[in-house]
């Protein structure tokens, strides 16, 4: 079994920062991939960044790429995104996922571990 937990989450202005945390506990070894992904309200859940946990290969939405970046503590099971220029655009709840694999922005199943979610509100 494999346990999620986020945080970090919080209201910022415009162009401001936040850095969201997940750490992973249980059978981390199954999880070789993490990402982020984000719902907000009335529209479907979407990926935001995803992370290969062995070797670190990244993968964006459109919509952050140069803004978000994602990274991983490997010996801590954590993986982080770190949020700058921040705009309306990105309130939503924020979830961390992970799994063997994990297709943030294609047409397989969603991963099979999640967290508990965390609000990201910019004003």
């Known amino acids: 079994h494999v346990q999620l937990v986020e945080s970090g989450g919080g209201s910022v202005q415009a162009g401001g920062s936040l850095r969201l945390s997940c750490a992973a506990t249980?059978?981390?070894?199954?999880?070789?991939?993490m990402g982020w992904f984000r719902q907000a309200p009335g529209k479907e859940r979407e990926g935001v960044a995803v992370?290969?946990?062995?070797?670190?290969?990244?993968e964006y939405d459109d919509s952050v790429k140069g803004r978000f970046t994602i990274s991983r503590n490997t010996a801590e099971n954590t993986v982080y995104l770190q949020m700058n220029n921040l705009r309306p655009e990105d309130t939503a709840m924020y979830y961390c996922a992970a799994d063997l694999d994990v297709d943030a922005f294609g047409p397989r199943p969603p991963p099979a571990y999640w967290g508990q979610g965390t609000q990201v509100t910019v004003s």
């Open positions: 249980g059978k981390t070894n199954v999880l070789n991939c």
């Open positions: 992370i290969t946990r062995i070797h670190g290969g990244t």
